[in-house]
Every structure is written in C-alpha cells, then in structure tokens.
C-alpha cells in the first residue's frame, strides 16, 4: 500500500468544507469529463480543496469566491505549497460578486439558504451547456424532528430538491452522496476545533455548551435523518 497517497488524501479531507470524501470528489469531476481545457467556479469555496483536487488530477483552472479570510489564507497556502498555479482565490461575498468569465462548472455550496437563489447565482456565470453543480444537505426522510429543523433550519428532502431543480429546467444528471464515515469526518474535525477553541477560552460557558450540543444533535438527529451530496445539473 501507498501510504503517502493514502495521507496526502486523509489531509485534504481535513480541508474540505462538507462531507464528500475525496475518492468520491475525483469520480465526480471524472463523470463530468474534466481536462485541462475545463474552467470551474467554486462559490462560497472554504479552503479551495475541491479545485485544489480537480486541478491536480483533471489539469482544470479554477477560481473559487468565499468571504471568509482565514479559509482563503490556509488555501493559498496550500495551493503555494504544492506549486499548484491553476487555482485562485478570492475573497469576496459571492452574492456581490462579479465576473464577465463564463465556465464549464459552477459549483454552489450549502451557505446560500434558498436553493432557487442559489441557482440563479449559479447561472449567471455558467456557458450555455455547462453543468452547475449544487453542493447541499438533505433529509432522508420526509418527517423530520422539529428540533432538527430548529438547529439546521428547513432541508429539502432528495424528492423535493429534484422537484425545485426540475422547475428550473434540470436534471440531476451526475451525483455523490456522503455517507456516515465521510459525515463523521466532518463532524469530528469541527469538534476538535470546538473543543480547541473552548480550551482557548476556559470561562466561556456558550462554547462549552456549544460542543456539548455539536455532538448531541448528530449522534441522536443528524447522523439518522441527514445526508449531503453534489448534485451535478444539466439543463434541458
């Protein structure tokens, strides 16, 4: 076995903002067909891993847009450390930004609240033909625990977000699912941040009861009644 690959992987799930593990990231970009001719926008990007990944793998240049600071600086970081001069980033609030490029890909993540919004920001900086990719949370069931709905808000079920994007004119033609071990990833590393973050600071009792209840809804709510996926759109 490669353990240097297996590592080079498990680090870059560290910087994924969601719970697609890598393997299933690389069958996406290659069921989308990406080469060194493909241009991909990442919308509300976190550390640009997702670029990061499909431009070492792919050769694709890529952008990715996201307001928060820090992500963006660990990211470049990441991009210089790996001589990678394909991906930029840039800090802007992606609902004001502004770009006269077009792209084969645009990729919208889960921070945008309403799915209708979210796709036709999308569209606006997507070729005709292209594939807008919608990275987001959904329910696998229908009856959701009202305490559920208070902690993440209102989520789609699968068979409503693929009625809201057939209203707009697609098809989900190219998906991943997460699944537990890739959403354990995810909550486990935002614990440990928590758990820093309240060692940190040992008077703040809102964060110690932050990560009381950071694990609670997950082991008793999240973990049964939610998964996340990217949804890759064709118009048609």
């Known amino acids: 076995m490669n353990y240097t690959e297996t590592l080079k992987k498990i680090e870059d799930e560290n910087y994924l903002i969601g719970m697609i593990s890598v393997d299933d990231i690389l069958r996406f970009g290659y069921s989308l067909e990406l080469n060194e001719n493909s241009k991909v926008l990442d919308l509300c990007c976190g550390y640009g891993t997702l670029l990061k990944i499909w431009s070492e793998e792919f050769g694709v240049t890529g952008r990715g847009v996201d307001q928060f600071e820090y992500f963006l600086n660990v990211g470049k970081q990441r991009l210089q450390d790996s001589k990678n001069r394909r991906v930029e980033l840039i800090c802007d609030d992606v609902m004001l930004y502004q770009d006269e490029e077009k792209y084969d890909v645009v990729i919208c993540s889960e921070t945008i609240d309403s799915v ?4 036709q920001l999308g569209e606006k900086f997507l070729k005709p033909g292209g594939i807008l990719v919608f ?13 559920l709905i208070d902690f993440d808000g209102d989520i789609h079920s699968l068979a409503e977000l693929y009625h809201i994007f057939a209203e707009f004119g697609y098809c989900i033609s ?36 932050w990560v009381k209840e950071w694990n609670r809804m997950y082991f008793e709510y999240r973990r049964h009644y939610e998964e996340q996926a990217l949804f890759g759109l064709t118009k048609i």
């Open 174 to 209: 190219h998906m991943a699912t997460g699944n537990n071990d890739s959403f354990e990833r995810y909550i486990m590393r935002e614990e440990r941040n928590n758990i820093e973050k309240m060692n940190q600071n040992p008077e703040d009792e809102s964060a110690k009861q």
């Open 116 to 119: 209708e919004i979210t796709i």
């Open 135 to 147: 990275h987001k949370l959904y329910t696998k069931t229908d009856h959701v625990p009202q305490e």
